[in-house]
């Protein structure tokens, strides 16, 4: 076996001391991997660097896969990021495929490589930096191991899937899991003019949704040719079927699984390092382990949460790629910390894009939060600008200092935008009155005088102010108030009311008073919120002193099951 001898740096650079540990080992390449070595380099020239990958390739755009495989990437190549040719003339790192590292012993500094012909040699370092991500989880039923049975992780598996699909012509999908993997994989199938049916135990899609969010985006997407059965789970799979818990069965010429993934931590548990209890390398700020000459990043490092300091494991490239940032600089002697993630995802679902960022309302009420829901549909941009499409967005405000803990947003279009301005409020520790004031961008293309972000800041602000009484969907159920259904003929007629409620259009109110009880509580609602709201400040404005809006409308009760 060859042990390669640690040195110490004797960089003269004015931000790296000498006594920086010069030898930096990376066990694994892709998004966080990859983004520590190439940091560590930058910090530290002459550091020696090397990374160990046991797949074929050092880095490549995994989040690109379902793609490529859809048609939508035409090029195989594109999704290569980075060649260890390319590694080692842009950086000067030295990027080894085909390297399983089988262990690492601490207490002399090595790790034991296996290189691709099988010979086994130790490789000595002075700060190892773990990247080992995570595997897709294959549950014990029967069948799983059936040729047309796939997981999704790697250039690899896409490409047996790419081949099945182009050789086998399969008709009929089954997703078994209807998380951002499998949805993403589920259009995938669709666009190549499959038959798509998405299994997901959960009550609905996409469970760190909200489930009235959730039952929106499948109201939706549902058609023939894409169709979801949640709540229920998978007991087997045949060689054309997928048999189902309540005993029926879905046809099937192909499956992929989905269900979620596993970090991969038994190298570092062999080693001794703690692991924390959400499975993952406990890490502090710096993403150093228990041991501070490791430090584990991505899938498979457990970090905290930006909001609210908990141990979290977020398998998202974007935090993976920071993480490896942090990890890198500072093993190559920098003194820099990782602030936490948030959860920000988008996932796009035929013609819906979903964007989600800091918690949800499970997360909220676990956190021990006081909160409150806010719920607005707008316009994508000005609607009288052609191709103006609802963007329906859901806010998490804290009671009482109505900072923003979390959002929700569901459209054809401009989603992107507005969560990724809601992740940057919440990052600032910003309230719904400075959603308020926000100053966007606006022309008639892109958006409105008023954002859908401004627009959400308003309703939530007169919650936290509490210019208008209002009940939340989510947790309201009518009992002995009178309901005022404030809506416009057409809309009553089309979809019905809610219980009994009285049917007065919003223009007819002022007229028609008399018929409206003093002596009860009354709540407003109208199709969406807007025009409830404006029906219960024209109340109060008239004297009556027990009024509130439902939020959301009539819209969102149905979501709610009202």
Same mark, same amino acid.
């Given at each position: 076996?060859?042990?390669?001898?640690?040195?110490?740096?004797?960089?003269?650079?004015?931000?790296?001391?000498?006594?920086?540990?010069?030898?930096?080992?990376?066990?694994?390449?892709?998004?966080?991997?990859?983004?520590?070595?190439?940091?560590?380099?930058? %910090?530290?020239?002459?550091?020696?660097?090397?990374?160990?990958?046991?797949?074929?390739? *050092?880095?490549?755009?995994?989040?690109?896969?379902?793609?490529?495989?859809? @048609?939508?990437?035409?090029?195989?190549?594109?999704?290569?990021?980075?060649?260890?040719?390319?590694?080692?003339?842009?950086?000067?790192?030295?990027?080894?495929?085909?390297?399983?590292? #089988?262990?690492?012993?601490?207490?002399?500094?090595?790790?034991?490589?296996?290189?691709?012909?099988?010979? %086994?040699?130790? !490789?000595?370092?002075?700060?190892?930096?773990?990247?080992?991500?995570?595997?897709?989880?294959?549950?014990?039923?029967?069948?799983? @191991?059936?040729?047309?049975?796939?997981?999704?992780?790697?250039?690899?598996?896409?490409?047996?899937?790419?081949?099945? =699909?182009?050789?086998?012509?399969?008709?009929?999908?089954?997703?078994?899991?209807?998380?951002?993997?499998?949805?993403?994989?589920?259009?995938?199938?669709?666009?190549?003019?499959?038959?798509?049916?998405?299994?997901?135990?959960?009550?609905? =899609? =996409?469970?760190?949704?909200? &489930?009235?969010?959730?039952?929106?985006?499948?109201?939706?997407?549902?058609?023939?040719?894409?169709?979801?059965?949640?709540? *229920?789970? %998978?007991?087997?799979?045949?060689?054309?079927?997928?048999?189902?818990?309540?005993? +029926?069965?879905?046809?099937?010429?192909?499956?992929? #699984?989905?269900?979620?993934?596993?970090?991969?931590?038994?190298?570092?548990?062999?080693?001794?390092?703690?692991?924390?209890?959400?499975?993952?390398?406990?890490?502090?700020?710096?993403?150093?382990?228990?041991?501070?000459?490791?430090?584990?990043?991505?899938?498979?490092?457990?970090?905290?949460?930006?909001?609210?300091?908990?141990?979290?494991?977020?398998?998202?490239?974007?935090?993976?790629?920071?993480? $490896?940032?942090?990890?890198?600089?500072?093993?190559?002697?920098?003194?820099?910390?990782?602030?936490?993630?948030? @959860? +920000?995802?988008?996932?796009?679902?035929?013609?819906?894009?979903?964007?989600?960022? $800091?918690?949800?309302?499970?997360?909220?009420?676990?956190? $021990?939060?006081?909160?409150?829901?806010?719920?607005?549909?707008?316009?994508?941009?000005?609607?009288?600008?052609?191709?103006?499409?609802?963007?329906?967005?859901?806010?998490?405000?804290?009671?009482?200092?109505?900072? #923003?803990?979390?959002?929700?947003?569901?459209?054809?279009? $401009?989603?992107?935008?507005? *969560?990724?301005?809601?992740? &940057?409020?919440?990052?600032?520790?910003?309230?719904?009155?400075?959603?308020?004031?926000?100053?966007?961008?606006?022309?008639?293309?892109?958006?409105?005088?008023?954002?859908?972000?401004?627009?959400?800041?308003?309703?939530?602000?007169?919650?936290?102010?509490?210019?208008?009484?209002?009940?939340?969907? !989510?947790?309201?159920?009518?009992?002995?108030?009178?309901?005022?259904?404030?809506?416009?003929?057409?809309?009553?007629?089309?979809?019905?009311?809610?219980?009994?409620?009285?049917?007065?259009?919003?223009?007819?109110?002022?007229?028609? #008073?008399?018929?409206?009880?003093?002596?009860?509580?009354?709540?407003?609602?109208?199709?969406?919120?807007?025009?409830?709201?404006?029906?219960?400040?024209?109340?109060?404005?008239?004297?009556? !002193?027990?009024?509130?809006?439902?939020?959301?409308?009539? =819209?969102?009760?149905?979501?709610?099951?009202?």
């Amino acid at each position: 076996m060859n042990l390669m001898n640690s040195q110490s740096s004797s960089s003269a650079s004015n931000t790296v001391s000498q006594s920086i540990p010069r030898r930096i080992l990376v066990v694994g390449g892709v998004a966080g991997g990859a983004s520590a070595a190439a940091r560590a380099r930058r %910090v530290n020239e002459l550091a020696d660097i090397h990374v160990f990958e046991r797949g074929p390739y *050092i880095s490549f755009a995994n989040c690109g896969l379902p793609y490529f495989i859809a @048609g939508e990437i035409q090029s195989r190549e594109q999704l290569v990021v980075m060649t260890p040719e390319r590694f080692w003339e842009r950086s000067r790192v030295h990027a080894h495929t085909g390297h399983e590292v #089988l262990s690492i012993d601490r207490a002399r500094k090595v790790i034991s490589v296996r290189g691709p012909e099988g010979a %086994v040699r130790e !490789e000595a370092y002075d700060k190892l930096i773990l990247s080992q991500g995570a595997k897709p989880i294959v549950p014990p039923f029967p069948g799983a @191991g059936l040729p047309h049975v796939f997981t999704l992780r790697d250039i690899p598996d896409m490409d047996r899937i790419v081949t099945f =699909l182009n050789e086998k012509r399969p008709q009929r999908a089954v997703v078994v899991g209807g998380g951002f993997i499998g949805l993403e994989m589920a259009e995938a199938f669709h666009r190549r003019g499959m038959h798509v049916t998405v299994v997901e135990l959960s009550p609905t =899609l =996409l469970p760190l949704l909200d &489930t009235d969010l959730a039952r929106h985006l499948q109201n939706q997407v549902r058609s023939e040719s894409f169709e979801f059965r949640t709540g *229920i789970g %998978v007991t087997a799979i045949g060689e054309t079927r997928v048999d189902l818990a309540d005993g +029926t069965s879905l046809p099937a010429d192909l499956v992929l #699984l989905s269900v979620g993934v596993k970090a991969e931590v038994e190298l570092a548990r062999a080693a001794g390092l703690e692991i924390g209890p959400t499975g993952g390398v406990k890490t502090n700020g710096r993403m150093e382990s228990s041991d501070p000459d490791i430090y584990a990043v991505g899938d498979a490092a457990e970090t905290q949460h930006a909001l609210t300091g908990a141990r979290v494991r977020i398998a998202l490239a974007g935090p993976a790629n920071r993480q $490896g940032r942090v990890a890198g600089a500072n093993a190559a002697g920098a003194h820099v910390n990782y602030r936490g993630a948030m @959860g +920000t995802s988008i996932v796009r679902v035929l013609d819906q894009t979903v964007g989600l960022t $800091g918690l949800n309302s499970a997360q909220a009420q676990k956190a $021990g939060y006081s909160f409150f829901t806010s719920l607005t549909r707008d316009h994508s941009h000005a609607h009288y600008y052609p191709g103006a499409t609802p963007v329906m967005i859901k806010l998490l405000v804290e009671e009482g200092t109505g900072r #923003l803990l979390g959002a929700q947003a569901i459209g054809k279009q $401009g989603v992107d935008k507005r *969560i990724d301005v809601l992740a &940057t409020a919440i990052a600032g520790r910003m309230t719904v009155d400075d959603l308020e004031s926000l100053d966007l961008a606006y022309s008639p293309p892109f958006g409105s005088a008023n954002d859908p972000v401004n627009v959400a800041g308003f309703v939530a602000g007169h919650v936290v102010r509490g210019d208008v009484a209002s009940v939340a969907p !989510e947790t309201w159920k009518p009992t002995d108030e009178f309901l005022l259904d404030v809506r416009d003929a057409d809309e009553v007629a089309e979809s019905g009311r809610i219980g009994d409620a009285t049917h007065i259009p919003l223009g007819q109110l002022r007229d028609r #008073l008399a018929e409206i009880p003093r002596h009860r509580r009354i709540v407003t609602y109208c199709q969406k919120g807007q025009r409830g709201y404006l029906a219960a400040c024209l109340l109060r404005g008239r004297g009556f !002193e027990s009024v509130s809006n439902l939020r959301g409308g009539y =819209l969102q009760a149905k979501l709610n099951g009202l």
